[in-house]
């Protein structure tokens, strides 16, 4: 099953492994110019069109994998009748969705970390200082590393599979994953994540690097209460929101085999 997996699946692999590549050879590029810079303002003037694109590829990693390689595992074999040859010639049908899980899941994961990797040694170590917040906070590469773009490409590529087992067509199963992706990247962005923990109060402006939620107060000179995230739960922060995604992909993969053992042949 390995094998064959591989043979029908090897261009959006090998495909994945180039993007990889790329996408390391690109941080490490970055990295370099910041890290030769002395005076953080002008390198982070000098190459902000560099990281904005590196940043927009590194959040389409996850989607591109869940479309590309997620939704086309199990649906190909659907939509064209082969997975019949095989559960009829002895191999059964969680022999067969575990060898599909083993070589898309492994190829994916270890090139999502080898991005990670890059991605956190690229990242300046000097912008984690307070005075370098003015140009650079750490909030901005929350989606980019840590421990949350395995969890995304891990969720992602889950959510392919399983759009994929439960309408059995690979284009309507890559549409279905790009939307619920999408989506559920917006709503966990935008209105989970900011109340992972209960922000603090105080005065602006706040002398360190935080993720302001709200302000409320006169804008005009007078005084302004903020309503922040600090600096020093970025990485509980990055651990809650990991668990959330593995914990969704494993209800995924559940569901997945649910369908396949209960899919007529």
């Known amino acids: 099953m390995i094998w064959l997996t591989w043979r029908q699946h090897r261009i959006a692999i090998l495909a994945a492994a180039a993007i990889a590549v790329l996408l390391v050879a690109a941080l490490a590029t970055l990295g370099s110019q910041t890290a ?57 049908r969680m022999r067969w969705l575990v060898g599909k899980l083993a070589v898309a899941m492994t190829a994916i994961l270890v090139c999502a970390a ?7 040694m690229a990242i300046p170590t000097q912008w984690s200082t307070p005075a370098a917040w003015t140009y650079a906070n750490q909030w901005l590469f929350f989606d980019q590393g840590g421990l949350t773009l395995p969890a995304y490409v891990l969720f992602a590529v889950s959510l392919g599979v399983a759009a994929g087992a439960v309408v059995g067509r690979t284009l309507l199963a890559m549409v279905i994953t790009g939307i619920v992706y999408a989506v559920w990247r917006a709503v966990v962005g935008a209105v989970i994540r900011p109340n992972y923990l209960p922000p603090l109060q105080g005065r602006g402006p706040i002398q360190q690097a935080v993720w302001v939620t709200s302000a409320h107060g006169n804008l005009n000179g007078g005084p302004i209460t903020l309503y922040y995230q600090p600096p020093d739960r970025f990485w509980t922060f990055q651990g809650i929101e990991a668990s959330i995604f593995l914990g969704l992909s494993l209800m995924l993969l559940a569901l997945t085999t649910f369908v396949v053992l209960r899919r007529d042949a």
Request: hydrophobic residues 55%.
């Open 36 to 92: 030769r810079s002395s005076r953080l303002v002008d390198v982070y003037q000098a190459i902000r069109t560099q990281w904005n694109v590196m940043w927009f590829l590194l959040l389409l990693l996850p989607l591109v994998a869940g479309i590309f390689l997620g939704a086309p595992l199990l649906a190909s074999d659907f939509e064209c009748g082969t997975h019949r040859l095989l559960w009829t010639q002895g191999v059964t």
């Open 114 to 120: 080898i991005v990670d990797v890059a991605a956190q």
